[in-house]
């Protein structure tokens, strides 16, 4: 490309309020080189700055309510635009940004919309929830130029909403680097605690309920420690001490991406009994750092974990998976199932096999899940919509 392309983004949070998809945008924004990128966004507590640049992304916080972002954040962008001529928008979720973006394109025909889908929550729910925010005349689904998903299951949902564009599955991932150091042979020692870990927004779709009523049918010496916050907190602690397991299991908080690693490099398994999942880039941020993972076969999970062994409902791949085994999968609300595979990992004498099945996990993340490669496809994308829409003025 000659000359820097201007970039507008449309996101519902960001930065200091990160989930996945957070984190897919900053860690792809600033590996385009090509692009000046402003991101629009809602100032969630009402305490950040207004306006502040964030790695490559120059950030436009507004204070109105989330409902109100659309309209808000078209109004800005309008005004943006009138400046900086953007080349292309993109849009993350088919929430209020997937709006924001369908309003601007109403204005700006010409200018092509990559909308990004990295849902997680139940989708029946979100298509509800989506109907009651936009009239079919918005046509978040119908009217983007592009689709990028992060998992085969979300792109079957988008066209099940709708969606005529071309749609691109390319996942979130994982920097590969920050885990290199961390990832060692499982060892098992005698006599010592062994750490369960799972980090996730402490919500109904998580699961994390599963995980601790899984903790009464394991040894006293296993340990789960949860890292991250969310609206069942309170009830999350309540059921710990119903079980008689405060002593047992520990609540660490919100704890910065950047410690992730250290936790992860002192936790025997990760679990995450999820009943919903987009992708789940915690997963993937465990097996770079060389830990074994439980997970459920639900939404976008199957397309990197991969057991062979399940005995469950019928999978993208099955049994002959390419990838061979990379995880465990367990049933989804079901404890006694999350106890059986976090025993059957900690078992001595599994010890080969949940070795070799770590390795080929690690080997997974490094060649299709590192942001680099990531965020060349999603150059890619962005350098074919604004050709066409060139070829066709």
Not at 4 to 10: A, D, E, G, P
Not at 243 to 258: A, E, H, T
Not at 278 to 287: D, I, P, Q, T, V
Not at 323 to 347: H, R, Y
Request: with cysteine; proline share 6%; glycine share 6%.
């Amino acid at each position: 490309m000659a000359g820097k392309k201007h970039l507008l983004i449309f996101s519902l949070a960001y930065q200091p309020f990160i989930g996945g998809a957070e984190v897919a945008v900053k860690e792809i924004a600033d590996r385009l080189p090509d692009y000046d990128s402003d991101l629009l966004t809602v100032n969630l507590d009402r305490r950040q700055k207004a306006a502040e640049k964030i790695g490559a992304v120059s950030v436009y916080r507004l204070n109105s309510p989330k409902y109100f972002f659309p309209l808000a954040a078209c109004r800005l962008a309008v005004k943006l635009h009138q400046k900086n001529k953007y080349d292309a928008i993109w849009s993350i979720m088919a929430n209020q940004a997937g709006l924001a973006a369908a309003l601007f394109k109403r204005c700006f025909p010409r200018v092509p919309w990559l909308l990004t889908l990295q849902e997680g929550d139940d989708l029946n729910s979100l298509a509800y929830r989506l109907r009651l925010l936009a009239p079919r005349w918005f046509g978040v689904f119908k009217s983007a130029d592009q689709i990028q998903v992060i998992s085969n299951y979300l792109s079957a949902w988008a066209r099940r909403m709708g969606a005529t564009a071309p749609i691109s599955v390319v996942p979130n991932g994982v920097d590969v680097s920050n885990f290199q150091v961390l990832a060692s042979s499982f060892q098992l020692k005698d006599n010592e605690n062994k750490i369960i870990i799972t980090t996730s927004r402490l919500v109904k779709k998580n699961g994390v309920d599963t995980l601790i009523e899984a903790m009464q049918f394991l040894p006293n010496n296993v340990r789960l420690q949860i890292l991250g916050t969310g609206p069942k907190e309170r009830s999350l602690r309540k059921l710990v001490s119903r079980l008689n397991l405060d002593g047992r299991i520990k609540f660490f908080g919100q704890v910065s991406p950047n410690e992730i690693p250290n936790y992860l490099a002192s936790a025997d398994i990760f679990v995450r009994p999820a009943r919903s999942e987009g992708l789940g880039n915690s997963f993937l941020e465990a097996m770079a750092a060389g830990v074994p993972i439980v997970g459920t076969p639900v939404g976008g999970i199957p397309d990197f974990l991969h057991d062979p062994q399940w005995q469950g409902e019928s999978l993208p791949f099955g049994k002959d998976s390419p990838l061979g085994q990379t995880g465990w999968f367990c049933e989804v609300g079901n404890p006694k199932s999350v106890a059986e595979k976090i025993s059957f990992i900690l078992d001595p004498s599994n010890f080969n096999l949940v070795n070799e099945v770590i390795t080929k996990a690690r080997k997974v993340v490094t060649e299709k899940y590192h942001w680099h490669q990531i965020s060349i496809q999603i150059g890619h994308i962005f350098e074919k919509l604004i050709a066409k829409n060139e070829k066709n003025r």
